[in-house]
Every structure is written in C-alpha cells, then in structure tokens.
C-alpha cells in the first residue's frame, strides 16, 4: 500500500514517462517485420513488463536495458498467446492483428484489463472479419485464421482506439488497400502510425477520421533502428492535478503540450495558471479554483475518460458544485465511494457524478481498484488532512512510473510499504 501524509505543496520539475498507451501496440507491432526494433523511452511498469513476457514467449529475443527495449523478432514462431498473461491486461487483444499479419493466425483469449465495465471487442472482430479472418470461439479461447489477409473498407460504429490498432497491425501485411473509417484520433495512433510507417509499412492518415494502408510483403518491411515513445499524456495530467490539488507549483518536462491540451484547457478553466514553451509545461495556483458546470470525457481530442478519476479527486476540494458526464465507458465511477471515505461528496446518476466541493479531505483506507482510481485516490491524498492508506498498488503500477519517488521528489510525503 501507499501510505500519504497530506498537506505538502508540490513544487520542482518532473520528466514524464513515455506513452503506456503507445507503447503497447508498438511492442505488439515488433512481431511485424521479424527484424531487430529499439524502442525508446518505454515506460517501467507492470502493463509493459505482461507484454515483455507474452513476446518472449512467442519466441521474441528481447533485451531491456533500462528505458529502452531492444525487441527481435526473428524468431517468433507461435501465435498462441498465453491465457494467464492475456487476461493481465486489456491491451494484450492488439496482438491479434500483429500475430494475423506475421502468420494469417492466433490463439488468444479475452483480454483482462481495468474493472471500468464490459469491453467488449465487436469492434475489432467485425472489421477484422472484412480482411477475411474466420474466428472460432470456445472454452474463453478466440481462435482467429485466415488464408489471406486482405485490404478491405471499413467503417468503426465507435471510434475505438484499440479496433483501429488491430486492424492497422493486421492491414500493415494484408493484401490490397485497408481503408477504416471512424477511426480513433489518440496520439498513441499516431505514433503507432510512424513506428510501423519507419519499419516500411504505407499509412496514412492516422490523427484524422480515416486511415489508409497499403499493404505490403513481410521482405518490405526493415528493423526499427531508434524509435522513441511519446510522453505519456495521461501521467502529464496526474502530476499536473496532483500540483493542482496541493495549490503546488510544478513544471513538466518531456511532454508534449498540444496532447494535454484537453487537460489543461480544464485545469485553466478552473482557475490553474499554465505557460506551455520549449517543451516544458509550468501549473501553479494562486488563487482558489472553480467548479466545472460540464466535464464530459470524450475520445480524442476531447476530455480523456483516463483522467476521469483524477479530476474527481480535484473537482472534489473546490468550491462548488461539478457535473463530471463519463461518456466513453459505463462503468468508471468506483473510485466515487472511496472519495467518499475521505470525505468527499459525490452522488452518481448513472453516467453522469455531481460532486459537491468540500472544505476539507480527511485521510482514511481506501482502495485502487483500478489504475486510475488508483491515481485519484493518492491525488486525494496529497490534500487530505492526516494520513490515506491507499491499497492496490498493482493496479496503479500497471501503468505510472515510480509515482511515489516522483510525487516524494516534488515534497510529497509518500512512502510504499509492503
Ligand atoms: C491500452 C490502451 O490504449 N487503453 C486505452 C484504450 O482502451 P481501449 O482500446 O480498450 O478503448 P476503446 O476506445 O476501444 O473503448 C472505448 C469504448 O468503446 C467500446 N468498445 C470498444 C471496442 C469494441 O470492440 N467494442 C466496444 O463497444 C468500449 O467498451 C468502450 O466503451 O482507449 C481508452 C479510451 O480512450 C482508454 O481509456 C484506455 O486507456
Ligand atoms: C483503462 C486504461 O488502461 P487499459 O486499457 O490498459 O485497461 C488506462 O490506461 O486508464
């Protein structure tokens, strides 16, 4: 658990950690090409770590050295993902298109992931299916095969981040043209875009509505010599509202302004002070913040559902009544009751939380039950009055970095135990 003692400023710089999100169907997309890929600023966390294991157990020759990860893939020779490490995390489902295009074949079960709802993944068989993949299902197991993966027109009823993924991976060798439509306009898309695009592969659009790949042989395809992982968006946004709840004063380095730029225009509207320039992102607080009448997350480029949780946690201490709408999941407001242990007042009607500014948080025992809630509850924290017990620590290390030696590095007093 983490155990915080509340009511330190937060002050001093941060480096943000490269994209978890990005960096997921990146290794995944290393199965491609059969060649040697180094990847850049790859985050140390546990989402990273499932997915180093499920390739080196595909047959990957991985070499970690820090940051950066070195993945070959010239002797990938199974395309059965292994049931325990699949269900450890959702994004394990984006090696089907990878383990499709590299052998027309994969075994893999339903993906674990975040307690935010169901997650279904419709979405990504169904545009599969268009490329001629047949599946088989049974036992918790999809069997996906196909003889020839082909180009096909796609349109995605939802702008699913993880369907445009797949069927991506899965166009980069398929036959003909992959058009999708509707597609997810995320950042991480776009650095998958200009991962698979540096090893030879022909995509274009990714960041707009619609993507087009021309598909090409696995002999076209070359090994990635330097590619660097995106700063990671939603860690930009956990320390920038951590600085925010403790009316801290924090710059952010590594980061990419123009991604948080649905954050901040937020954090702004509250009443947070935010200078973007070379690379760095400064927040400080001077006066007391406001209440939000409307926050809905959105897919990109609007409010990201990822920092849902964590403007709870802020929206909870300031003056005011805030109207948070979740939109993109149906099931993203557990961190709410445990808020409420800690003394916040939040009432939830259906998707959408009504959350009551209080002058006060208290500490108490509360839990992570996913990773984000994890981050609200340690934001929560940081402004509590005495000391917060945070358990699940397993589901916050899925996807931040050291966030307690950052937070402590800023003044936070937080310490992990055992
Ligand atoms: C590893 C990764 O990148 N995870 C992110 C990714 O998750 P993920 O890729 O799972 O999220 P999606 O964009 O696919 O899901 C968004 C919504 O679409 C629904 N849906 C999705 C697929 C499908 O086949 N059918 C369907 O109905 C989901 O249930 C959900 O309600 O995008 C989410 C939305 O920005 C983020 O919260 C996650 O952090
Ligand atoms: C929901 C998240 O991750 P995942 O899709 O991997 O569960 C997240 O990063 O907040």
Redesign the pocket.
């Known amino acids: 658990m983490y155990i915080i003692k509340g009511g330190e400023t937060l002050y001093g710089k941060i480096r943000v950690q490269g994209s978890k999100?990005s960096s997921?169907p990146i290794l995944a997309a290393s199965i491609l090409n059969g060649r040697k890929n180094t990847i850049r600023d790859v985050p140390k966390i546990k989402d990273i770590a499932v997915m180093t294991e499920i390739l080196s157990y595909l047959g990957a020759d991985i070499i970690r050295d820090n940051n950066l990860m070195v993945v070959d893939s010239g002797n990938v020779n199974c395309s059965d993902v292994p049931e325990h490490l699949m269900r450890e995390m959702?994004?394990s489902i984006v090696l089907m298109g990878a383990l499709l295009g590299r052998f027309g074949k994969a075994k893999v079960s339903y993906p674990g992931g975040c307690e935010i709802g169901?997650?279904?993944?419709?979405?990504?068989l169904k545009g599969l299916a268009q490329m001629g993949v047949e599946f088989g299902e049974g036992h918790g197991f999809i069997y996906a095969k196909t003889d020839k993966l082909r180009g096909a027109d796609i349109h995605l009823d939802?702008p699913?981040?993880?369907?445009t993924e797949n069927i991506m991976l899965a166009g980069v060798l398929a036959q003909g043209t992959t058009i999708i439509r509707n597609v997810?306009k995320?950042p991480?898309i776009v650095d998958l875009q200009n991962f698979l695009n540096r090893m030879g592969a022909n995509i274009k659009g990714a960041g707009t509505d619609t993507i087009k790949i021309e598909g090409c042989k696995i002999d076209d395809l070359q090994q990635v010599e330097d590619y660097t992982i995106i700063p990671d968006r939603i860690a930009a946004g956990t320390y920038l509202v951590a600085a925010a709840i403790t009316n801290g004063h924090i710059w952010l380095t590594n980061v990419i302004a123009e991604h948080v730029e649905p954050i901040l225009a937020k954090l702004r509207e509250m009443g947070c002070m935010i200078n973007c320039s070379n690379g760095v992102i400064e927040l400080y607080v001077n006066k007391p913040l406001n209440s939000l009448d409307s926050l809905r997350t959105l897919?990109y480029p609007g409010f990201?559902?990822?920092m849902q949780a964590p403007m709870m946690a802020l929206l909870s201490t300031v003056e005011g009544t805030s109207i948070l709408v979740e939109t993109?999941?149906?099931n993203r407001f557990k961190h709410a009751q445990e808020l409420r242990r800690m003394g916040a007042n939040i009432s939830i009607n259906g998707n959408t939380a009504i959350i009551k500014g209080v002058d006060k948080l208290t500490g108490a025992m509360v839990e992570a039950k996913d990773l984000r809630a994890g981050a609200a509850l340690i934001i929560a924290a940081l402004a509590a009055e005495g000391e917060t017990y945070v358990e699940g620590v397993c589901h916050i290390e899925r996807g931040y970095e050291n966030i307690e030696d950052n937070l402590a590095a800023l003044g936070a007093k937080i310490v992990k135990k055992d």
Do not use: K, M, W, Y
């Open positions: 999100n997921l959702r994004s169901p997650r279904p993944i419709d979405l990504h939802f699913s981040v993880g369907a997810a995320e991480e897919p990201p559902t990822d993109v999941f149906e």
